[in-house]
């Protein structure tokens, strides 16, 4: 399975469970993050959703490239990306917090899952960016979206987009992206972030996210998604991406 879903008392957390390939996103994983979704949205005594990855080294290294480099057409990559960016919109709106539980690295599409969540808490040691630059395409679940919704300062965030590299903790913490910085046991982490927040109602929880949700519903925050996805496939068949993910794969064997 390479994913885990557990509930303690109204606390959900998802862990992708692929610590072997840095717990990069497959088809598995797509399923286990709609099931856990479907479970919230059925579920009213849910609180929070937390999302993590296993082992110590990798939040999630975005998809895996192994997997979706068979995918060379326009079209076919639109399938794969609009598939997984429906799924984060999914997640970007539930009606309860979502905390990003970042153990490691997040990277690409981890930068983009870690992004569509309200709050990231991040391991000293994780250092995090949207490198998907550097393999000739954009952000393709719709992270850059969600990344310009956060109200990090716009050139923050757009430099935080086109420089395709990885930041380390402190500094995503100074520019706004990461919420608290932690040391230690992520689970600790966790239970002190929450400490108080867990007292209350989780109407009141879903009241004030609704507020923002509202908001994104103005701003046709889905369509801006979209056409987000639809430029990176279309850079997806490219030459140039191509070749940056054949360097990618050899390097890494």
Known sequence: MAYKIENNEGIVTFT???????????????????????????????????????????FCSGGDLSEFH????????????????????????????????????????????????????????????FIQGTLAITSGWGGGTYLLERRLRYDQALKMLIDSKKYDAAHLHEIGWATQVFEGSKDQALEEFIFDIRKIHPEVHQAYKQIELRKWQERNIYERVMQEIRLCAKLWESDAHNEAVNRFLNKSK
Do not use: W
């Open 70 to 129: 068979l995918l060379k057409t326009e079209e076919q990559a639109f399938g794969m990306l609009s598939k997984m960016g429906n799924i984060l919109y999914e997640l970007a709106t539930l009606p309860v917090p979502t905390i990003a539980l970042v153990n490691g690295a997040a990277v690409g599409g981890g930068c983009e899952i870690a992004t569509a969540c309200d709050f990231r808490l991040v391991a000293s040691h994780a250092r995090c960016g």
């Open 16 to 58: 992708i469970d692929r610590e072997e390939k840095r717990n990069a996103v497959n088809d598995e994983v797509m399923e286990g993050l709609k099931k856990v979704i479907t479970y919230i949205k059925e579920h009213n005594e849910v609180k929070f959703l937390v999302i993590t990855g296993s082992g110590e080294q990798a």
